[in-house]
């Protein structure tokens, strides 16, 4: 990125320490930017994070770019072990594993039981750590508990170890996002003239939207006009309540930095909120996506998002001089193996 263009968006100097460079790189960045032809919502860009060469089959760039964010905060903060829960449906337990372990990073995986699976094909997810980690029931709550007590276990033997929500979501992890976003904003400028009017991506943490989020909050500080980032959720957890807690975090966290409090749209619908569950349908649109623009998408994430981007064309939500911008996030490669589990 243009120093120039870095230091628009990151106008202190508390800022331009938080988006410094990551210790570790683990995707190929900047990902591709790209611009596509739809039939009724005409140009649209898309994100190309799939191409970052890390994660599950090397398509899981959203998880690298948080990661980057966290590593990056465990180094500054001399923390060297790492707790955190993990669900069924992972594009990151295999690689995060690799990756701490260059950094010498501890990391400690609570495997929660969500989506509800058979033993027998969890044992196979999680085949990679299933030694060190033990597979447990389906709450969140209860693996908080467990992640709390070993945290204050941690405290008490001085051990410097971290405990974060799943996908990590912690602010650092969401910074690292909203470095892509700033890649993404110049390269747009660059290469279409502008940026795009709205962003839609699936959402499940919350983690990335919010780092977005971010992203454009600090581009509206710099001077660019709004950006609409919608979050397609993906769970049955709130979002709507969630990510303002998040965006709260992150402000403290950069503090004595100051920025404006970051916006996001949550689109809810009960189809796409069944947390990796999906239906012929989603099934179809990936088939459609791949055939007609290329791109592989899956039913548990992309396709969610990219049902709601079609919709709001029909809605007359798009506008008509900016186009939307859909944020391929990633792929998850076992959907397929899957399927017969997973399927409603
Ligand atoms: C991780 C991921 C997302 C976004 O997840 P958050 O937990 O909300 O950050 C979206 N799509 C895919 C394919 C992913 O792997």
């Given at each position: 990125m243009h120093d120039s263009f870095r230091d628009e968006y990151l106008n202190s100097l508390e800022l331009r320490r938080a988006f410094?460079?990551?210790?570790?790189?683990?995707?190929?960045?900047p990902t591709p930017l790209e611009c596509i032809n739809h039939p009724s919502l005409g140009r649209v860009l898309v994100k190309?994070?799939?191409?970052?060469?890390?994660g599950g089959e090397s398509r899981s760039g959203v998880k690298a770019r948080k990661l980057e964010g966290l590593f990056m905060h465990m180094q500054s903060n001399g923390l060297n072990t790492l707790r955190m829960p993990l669900g069924?449906?992972?594009?990151?337990g295999p690689a995060l594993m690799a990756e701490a372990g260059k950094l010498g990073i501890d990391v400690h995986l609570d495997l929660v039981n969500d989506p509800p699976l058979p033993k027998t094909t969890r044992q196979d997810i999680h085949s990679a750590y299933t030694d060190i980690a033990k597979l447990h029931g389906p709450s969140y709550i209860s693996a908080a508990i467990r992640l709390w007590s070993s945290l204050l276990h941690d405290r008490l033997k001085s051990k410097r170890s971290i405990c974060v929500p799943?996908?990590?979501?912690?602010p650092s992890a969401i910074i690292g996002m909203a470095r892509g976003y700033l890649e993404m904003a110049q390269c747009a400028k660059e290469k279409f003239g502008g940026l795009p009017g709205a962003i839609y991506l699936a959402s499940a943490s919350g983690t990335s939207v919010a780092g977005l989020a971010l992203g454009e909050a600090l581009g509206r500080a710099a001077g660019d006009p709004p950006v609409r980032i919608i979050a397609v959720q993906?769970?049955?957890?709130?979002l709507r309540l969630w990510l303002p807690i998040l965006f709260t975090w992150t402000q403290r966290y950069l503090r004595p930095a100051r920025i404006p409090f970051p916006k996001c749209e949550v689109v809810a619908w009960p189809k796409h909120t069944i947390y990796g569950r999906f239906t012929k349908a989603h099934e179809t649109i990936c088939a459609r996506v791949e055939t007609d623009f290329g791109l592989i998408i899956d039913p548990i994430y992309g396709a969610k998002a990219w049902d709601v981007m079609e919709h709001s064309a029909l809605n007359g939500q798009i506008s008509s001089s900016r186009p939307p911008l859909f944020?391929?996030?990633?792929?998850?490669?076992t959907w397929r193996a899957l399927a017969e589990e997973l399927r409603v």
């Open positions: 410094s460079a990551p210790p570790l790189t683990l995707g190929k960045w190309r994070d799939d191409l970052a060469g890390f069924n449906i992972t594009n990151l799943p996908s990590p979501a912690h993906v769970v049955p957890e709130p944020w391929h996030c990633g792929f998850t490669p």
